[in-house]
């Protein structure tokens, strides 16, 4: 069965001063956001250095994934 492509993209390799904010600003000139969420260690609250970014649509995640790809490490969640 073919993969569908999803609105969301795992992050990583973020610093750790890296906020939600930032984030989302990073990723918004392409397209419409609906989450951008650091995952932080529950003692510290620190962020762990990855996150996950959904979009409105696959198109503006596929878009994102194309530009930002190697400048931070990004995957895309894939449905079956």
């Known amino acids: ?3 569908r492509f999803t609105t969301q993209l795992f992050v990583s390799r ?3 001063y890296t906020t939600d904010q930032s ?3 990073l990723f ?3 397209g419409q956001i609906t989450e951008a969420r650091l995952i932080r260690d529950q003692q510290t609250q620190r962020p762990k250095g990855f996150g996950f970014i959904t979009f409105e649509s696959e198109d503006d995640a596929q878009k994102a994934l194309k530009a930002l790809n190697g400048k931070v490490t990004l995957q895309s969640l894939t449905h079956s």
Request: glycine content about 0%; overall charge positive.
């Open 1 to 3: 069965m073919a993969k």
């Open 14 to 16: 973020l610093s750790a």
């Open 23 to 25: 984030l989302r600003q």
């Open 28 to 30: 918004a000139p392409f």
